[in-house]
């Protein structure tokens, strides 16, 4: 049997097959070999290198700041909001005024228009009231004769008209 060729990778090996056979084998065994302990060094250097950068990363967000800065941003923030506070209490307000106007208002048309129609139904009462009047007043006049009963007419009817006059000024007010 010939003499075996060392394998380049593992000076150790020894596969028992001729050499060229040998150098093919061992070249397809120990390979993947060789990529896995590359691989290997790679993830270390990475999974140190991301280490490294977390650890100096958080040792920066505890950091304690000067009591001077510290008391400059709880007065800034004070403030802001003392402004914000006051900035909301005066839109409150504002709005409260507006809404009480707008209230105002709306009672003062609502009372405007109770008043019209209270006008307008107290003139069409007393429309109605002389126009019942006048009818009676003519019936009456229906027993007098000549002259008298025009004027009874002319006074009844002038009386109505001047009854209708007054109503339709009182609506228009």
Known sequence: MPRRKPCRTFPTCEVGVEDYQHSNLCRMLHKNVGNWRTQLKSISMWSCALLTCAVLGMSGCNKAQ?????????AAAQNEAAQDKAKAEEKRKSEERQASADLAKAKADAQSKAADRSVAAVADAAVTEAEADTTVALAKCESLEGDAQQKCKDA?????????????AAEAQ
Request: aromatic share 0%; net charge positive; proline share 5%.
């Open 66 to 74: 000067s009591p001077d800065k510290i008391r400059h941003d709880i």
């Open 156 to 168: 009844a009817n002038t009386h109505l008209a001047s009854v209708k006059k007054r109503a339709k």
